[in-house]
């Protein structure tokens, strides 16, 4: 008994779909590697900043109230309530995003997801 692999994957479409799949995982790599350096540099910056706040109080050259920046900080934490994720940052290229993902079903999404998580965990 021999089966035509050839044939089998012309009828079913498997260069689309794996072509789907590399694409979105290789996009989802890219992402998630990027997210996170910028992640690390952001954190990176915010440390030396507070650093640099607490040593030039220590010093005496800066007074800061501590109990303001906090109450500021928890204000704005708590403005991010009225955040919704149905409205679009980009009107115009979210909705061809979720366009071509709902077109592209889902090799393209999966295979972006696991790109994201590898290039998430590498980065």
Known sequence: MFID????????GIGGLATSIGIGGFLGFLMGYAIKKILKI?????????????????????ALN???????LGNAMT????????TPFFPGISDQILDAISNSGIPLTGGFA????????KG
């Not at 954190?43 to 050259?61: D, E, F, H, T």
């Not at 790109?115 to 965990?121: H, V």
């Open 79 to 86: 403005n991010f309530n009225g955040f919704s994720l149905n």
């Open 66 to 72: 501590w109990a303001k920046v906090e109450a500021t």
């Open 42 to 62: 952001i954190i990176v910056v915010a440390g030396l900043l507070v650093g640099i706040m607490y040593y030039l109080q220590y010093n005496g050259l800066v």
């Open 114 to 121: 696991a790109g994201f998580a590898f290039g998430f965990s």
């Open 5 to 12: 692999f050839s044939s089998l994957a012309t009828s079913i």
